[in-house]
């Protein structure tokens, strides 16, 4: 009994000497904290270096023109890099565009989707409404956003913020000069409307009286789409799901579309010199700006591009192809993960280089505005002298303003190419657009309800 008391006295005795060495040595290193700035206790920690992931394509030179992307990340990445070198970032190479859209949703499939990456908008749109992406921080009252308002409008998904639009592939109107010179008298402006077109168009087809020298024809590659864009009229909602066919709006753009009939035509390209007008994507703007087919060189005419005709409901609108970036919802460094995509779309010097290593143009603001208007912006992004087809700088800033962006979902295409069908049956029964577009909306929103 006495040695088992004895016993436990030495054990506290023990337990208090453990306790006080303990708090000396808390001491001695707070006091080294705090009298060292260069000594810190995590210095004596391991330390475990953050790793960001980044998704993106190569290639890209489908219609969507987005040949060059990955020269954009890629230059981003060494940016970041360069400011936070703590962070390290890795990336898969030769993923071609055609197969990464299926990359992607893989990924995902397999809980390994890179934190941060570039996307079209049928992608975007898809994880936006499975609730698969990190909703972005919005810009504080009062400072002006960087990227222009309409590619900003269309990263957003039920008023969410979810992307940051990265650069843009916009639709002009190229105009044969000579054409319309010889034989309007003049050229249209960036103001112009949907009946000036088809009066220009009429006239250079000779329908509006004179005799034909040579086969003219008024335009080639306009669609109900780009009529329906600039009347200001929406076709779907973001996820694809309601349509609006069947307002007022989109009903003007299909018979204004189905007016032009004889002066539309497949039957000549705008090279040839015998169109006065073609709808162009800013990528092969650049292209015919700066390297010129030699079907173009041998017509020796001049031609140059300017805004899509304006419907009634709407204005000067051009449709445009977006590439965004956006983080999973999944990612564990989300302020690093920020700021990689604040550096993607909105740093000068990576937006620069949207006009230096891409056929694109920059999402930013702040980057056209800094040629004048005398100057034309060559392939290399740099500035050159006058030449054909070329577009200054007033015109390319000004269609970004109030472009609108192609809200593409998953069986976009299929559904339009079921519209183009069922409108061409419309015009060739009765003509009556406004039912037809109101039966043709009912049918997507049954076929919608069962998908």
């Known amino acids: 009994m006495i040695h088992g008391t004895e016993e436990g006295k030495n054990r506290r005795r023990w337990s208090t000497a453990a306790r006080t060495l303990l708090c000396l040595l808390l001491a001695v290193c707070a006091f080294a904290a705090f009298s060292a700035p260069d000594i810190r206790l995590s210095s004596l920690l391991p330390k475990h270096k953050k790793t960001l992931t980044i998704g993106f394509f190569y290639g890209g030179t489908g219609p969507r023109g987005y040949e060059g992307a990955q020269n954009t990340v890629l230059s981003a990445i060494k940016e970041y890099h360069k400011q936070y070198p703590d962070v390290e970032l890795r990336f898969e190479k030769g993923i071609l565009c055609d197969d990464y859209s299926e990359w992607l949703m893989g990924k995902y499939l397999e809980g390994i989707e890179p934190d941060v990456f570039v996307a079209q908008q049928e992608d975007l749109s898809a994880l936006a409404e499975k609730n698969m992406l990190m909703p972005l921080p919005e810009e504080p009252p009062g400072k002006e956003p960087v990227s222009y308002p309409p590619l900003l409008e269309a990263c957003r998904w039920g008023g969410v913020l979810y992307a940051l639009p990265v650069m843009c592939n916009p ?11 010889t034989y309007v008298g003049h050229d249209p402006g960036t103001d112009w409307s949907w009946g ?3 009066q220009m168009c009429r006239i250079c087809t000779g329908q509006s009286g004179g005799a034909l020298d040579h086969p003219r024809y008024g335009v080639t590659g306009y669609t109900w789409e780009m009529a329906a864009a600039s009347n200001a009229a929406r076709l779907f909602d973001e996820y694809g799901i309601k349509n609006y066919l069947a307002e007022t709006r989109c009903v003007q753009a299909v018979t204004f579309h189905y007016r032009l009939n004889g002066l539309l035509t497949d039957m000549a390209d705008f090279s040839s010199g015998h169109v006065a007008f073609s709808p162009m994507w800013a990528d092969n703007w650049r292209k015919y700006s700066t390297e010129p087919y030699a079907a173009v060189d041998e017509n020796s005419f001049s031609w140059y591009c300017t805004t899509m005709p304006a419907g009634p409901g709407g204005d000067n609108i051009s449709r445009t192809e977006l590439l965004a970036g956006a983080i999973t919802r999944r990612n564990t460094c989300r302020e690093e993960a920020v700021r990689f995509l604040k550096i993607l779309a909105e740093d000068n010097t990576i937006q620069q280089s949207v006009l230096e290593q891409t056929w694109c143009l920059p999402a930013s603001s702040k980057i056209l505005p800094h040629y004048t208007g005398t100057d034309r912006i060559s392939a290399d992004g740099s500035k050159s002298s006058h030449r054909a087809g070329a577009v200054d700088y007033d ?3 000004q269609i970004l303003q109030k472009a609108v962006v192609i809200r593409r979902f998953g069986e976009y295409e299929d559904i339009l190419h079921k519209l183009d069908r069922e409108i061409g049956e419309a015009g060739s029964s009765s003509g009556n657009f406004a039912v037809s577009l109101r039966k043709i909306s009912n049918t ?6 069962k998908h």
Do not use: H, I, K, S
Request: some cysteine; overall charge negative.
């Open 395 to 397: 015109l390319l800033d």
């Open 196 to 198: 000036e077109f088809r």
């Open 171 to 181: 639709q002009m109107m190229a105009v044969n000069t000579c054409f319309l010179r």
């Open 444 to 449: 997507m929103e049954t076929y919608a309800g």
